[in-house]
Nanobody, 126 residues
Framework: QGQLRESGGGLVQAGTYLRLSCDASKLTSAVYSMGWFRQAPGKERDFVAA????????VYADSAKGRFTISRDNVRNKVYLQMNNLKPEDTALYYC???????????????????WGQGTQVTVSS
């Protein structure tokens, strides 16, 4: 419980940016693949981006490609999601997740996650 903690969400206008942070200091985070997922009201939790434990590889959902960048700092045990050119359809609760999986297609599924944060709300107004 409480191994991951997200921050950085907020209410912003379309076209602007946010940087989400995930504090993974309670984990030996380099062991884990880390990912960001999001869930809008009434919808399933969707994959956004993931990065391998050593940071050597990352993958993105089509909706995130070209706008979002995932990164990690294994010294500070933090994972980041830089979100640029935000759109109203990016509005959701954003979750950080840790997994020992890295699937052949890249990333991991929600069921693969060993740990979840509580989420941080991102709201993008038009």
């Amino acid at each position: 419980q409480g191994q991951l903690r997200e921050s950085g969400g907020g209410l912003v206008q379309a076209g602007t940016y946010l940087r989400l942070s995930c504090d993974a200091s309670k984990l030996t985070s380099a062991v884990y693949s880390m990912g960001w997922f999001r869930q809008a009201p009434g919808k399933e939790r969707d994959f956004v981006a993931a990065i391998k434990g050593n940071g050597a590889s990352s993958v993105y959902a089509d909706s995130a490609k070209g706008r979002f960048t995932i990164s990690r700092d294994n010294v500070r045990n933090k994972v980041y999601l830089q979100m640029n050119n935000l759109k109203p359809e990016d509005t959701a609760l954003y979750y950080c997740a840790a997994s020992t999986w890295w699937r052949s297609g890249g990333g991991f599924r929600p069921d693969d996650a060993a740990y979840w944060g509580q989420g941080t709300q991102v709201t993008v107004s038009s």
